[in-house]
């Protein structure tokens, strides 16, 4: 390809490869379909990435002239290894997919009209645009929900070899839908969320990690209150998905999911019941060489560890305080900070036995905050560390457990 030479026209503006599928845009510049498409829906830009105009629509207009151009070049470069490029399909039309979601309505159509619209979706960001504005996710949830109910009154049997909700619930993520659409998927009553809860006890580990993502989605757009009312049936299944670590996906979209739910307050309490401490520190053991992942765990962590039930059970954890410990100056500037933060709320309100006390001496965590003050890592972390020190300074200052290099660091 470094021989050839490639006319300018048949590049993308933005990615400046060669196009696929060029299309219009209202500016008069032509662009790569998917490159654009990834401005616009994706990066959610409303401007013409040249000109910088503003776009009144993002209707994009196929450019079937310089299409045929791209093609007859690599036909006549094909002796260079130049593969012909295909011609695309065309998006799907409002009038063809009303079709297929009116007809996924009736049983005896609904599995070949769900399959169709899988391989829709997938095609290009204009296709799940024009799904959406159809109104395709609220018939998609109707099938999930419906499915459910069934489900729930047939055998395992019965149900196992057609599975609509499956298929439903696949094209409704792969949709990235809008906040506005979100919204309406949650509903006042909650009957979609109690929908996802049953998939994800399902058998299929893929609907089981869509299930969770989509919950995420849905809870992050939820209105405050309708945070506070739900069930503790989820935060079990939660618990058990992250358990079970079924893949990096869900147990990344659990944990993101667990950190925005556990801003409420009673909800922390319904997590520790269902077992979440536990399982955030068994992460913490088995994903030690995951930043990522050991942040959010410290996160949940810190909020699970401002009820007084979460500190009991990270204390009554044999690797509570040594794991989290472990991870100061270790993982990064957040994990330090939320590991502190956990420290700290332990400190204030549960270090009152003095088996804790010696614990956190016996297991390092006193010298660990001693080394934090000698480090550069953040104002914030050094005062925290200084205050726990500070705060049981009778039982730990002049103690032979502590290392003499470290004492010269204690705070006064």
């Not at 309505?105 to 799940?128: D, F, H």
């Not at 839908?177 to 009553?189: D, H, I, R, T």
């Not at 204030?348 to 390092?364: C, D, I, R, W, Y």
């Not at 205050?387 to 705070?411: D, G, V």
Request: glycine share 4%; with cysteine.
């Amino acid at each position: 390809m470094d021989e050839l030479d490639i006319p300018n026209f048949f590049l993308c503006p933005i990615s400046l490869e060669i196009m696929k599928d060029p299309v219009i845009l209202s500016t008069g510049i032509t662009y790569d379909r998917m490159s654009i498409e990834k401005w616009i829906f994706s990066g959610k830009n409303d401007t013409c990435p040249v000109t910088k105009q503003k776009l009144g629509d993002a209707e994009l207009t196929p450019n079937h002239t310089l299409r045929r151009l791209i093609q007859s070049w690599c036909t006549l470069n094909a002796s260079y290894g130049v593969e012909r490029i295909p011609t695309p399909r065309p998006p799907i039309t409002k009038s063809q997919l009303m079709k297929l979601l009116n007809d996924s309505k009736s049983p005896k159509l609904q599995m070949e009209c769900l399959r169709k619209l899988k391989l829709i979706v997938s095609e290009n960001e204009t296709n799940k645009r024009c799904m959406e504005d159809a109104g395709a996710s609220e018939i998609l949830a109707s099938i999930i929900t419906t499915c459910n109910i069934a489900s729930s009154n047939a055998n395992e049997d019965e149900f196992e070899l057609s599975r609509p909700d499956d298929e439903a619930l696949n094209i409704l993520c792969h949709l990235q839908l809008s906040e506005k659409s979100l919204k309406s998927l949650n509903g006042e009553k909650g009957e979609f969320i109690e929908s996802l809860m049953r998939l994800m006890q399902c058998d299929n580990y893929q609907s089981r990690t869509y299930s969770v993502i989509l919950l995420k989605s849905i809870l992050k757009v939820a209105d405050p209150l309708q945070k506070t009312v739900l069930k503790r049936e989820l935060f079990v299944e939660l618990v058990q998905l992250l358990r079970d670590q079924i893949s990096s996906k869900a147990s990344k979209a659990a944990l993101q999911l667990l950190i925005n739910i556990c801003a409420v307050g009673r909800n922390r309490i319904k997590a520790v019941e269902a077992g979440a401490v536990s399982v955030m520190i068994d992460f913490l053991c088995d994903h030690s060489s995951q930043k990522r992942v050991c942040e959010m765990v410290l996160v949940v962590l810190d909020q699970l560890c401002q009820c007084a039930e979460g500190r009991a059970e990270l204390l009554n954890h044999g690797a509570g305080l040594a794991v989290v410990s472990k991870k100061i100056l270790r993982v990064s500037q957040l994990a330090s900070e939320k590991a502190v933060k956990i420290l700290l709320s332990i400190a204030k309100f549960s270090a009152t036995s003095p088996n804790v006390l010696q614990e956190m001496l016996h297991l390092g965590v006193v010298g660990k905050l001693c080394l934090v003050l000698q480090m550069d890592c953040g104002e914030k972390i050094k005062d925290r560390a200084a205050e726990i020190l500070k705060l049981h300074a009778r039982a730990w200052k002049n103690t032979s457990c502590l290392p003499t290099n470290l004492r010269t660091s204690y705070p006064s």
